[in-house]
């Protein structure tokens, strides 16, 4: 994020781990599922990936599209035009319904750790805290490197655990060396 920003880019944390985990999605289709009753799991072609967004009436989750078909800039537009008509409560409905899987990033709220609670039918719901400084070794000497904490929830009647632990662990190497995964243009 801050080579993306030192190159002038206005990138904020939110639009990278969102442009990220729609990029890493499509590898993993079953965190890309819902539940239907009798137990039909409909595994969704595009990422309608839902970003959770904290508003004076409360919690929303506008949905961005094809999410995996964006650029990083594209996604930082699309982002922070939802989240003005959020703030300003027009958000028209179909833009705030539908999502495949939801992001909730409350670390711009101070808050580090979380539980997640999946939004049914989504199979999957990834909770992003703070960004914090850490003590790391690297070649023998103590630094300081920064890290957030992810939370990710799955519905174990779509997928099972291990089948969730390749997803996460697929996000976090992404979102560790994001530069294999961003797309600019």
């Known amino acids: 994020r801050e080579d993306l920003q030192a190159g002038g880019l206005d990138v904020s944390l939110t639009d990278l781990i969102a442009h990220v985990t729609a990029r890493v999605v499509p590898e993993h289709p079953l965190v890309n599922a819902t539940f239907r009753g009798g137990g039909e799991v409909l595994v969704h072609a595009d990422v309608d990936l839902a970003v959770a967004m904290a508003t004076d009436r409360g919690l929303v989750a506008p949905v961005l599209r094809r999410a995996q078909t964006l650029t990083l800039k594209e996604t930082m537009t699309a982002l922070r035009d939802l989240a003005a008509k959020a703030r300003a409560g027009t958000l028209l409905l179909d833009e705030a319904r539908g999502g495949t899987i939801t992001l909730s990033n409350l670390g711009m709220l101070g808050v580090e750790w979380g539980t997640p609670i999946i939004n049914p039918p989504q199979s999957c719901l990834v909770f992003v805290g703070a960004a914090r400084e850490q003590v790391a ?49």
């Open 137 to 185: 070794l690297r070649e023998g000497r103590a630094v300081a490197v920064p890290v957030v904490s992810l939370s990710i929830a799955f519905d174990h009647r779509v997928l099972d655990g291990a089948t969730a632990a390749r997803f996460t662990g697929a996000l976090c190497e992404a979102l560790a060396d994001p530069r294999d995964v961003v797309r600019l243009e």
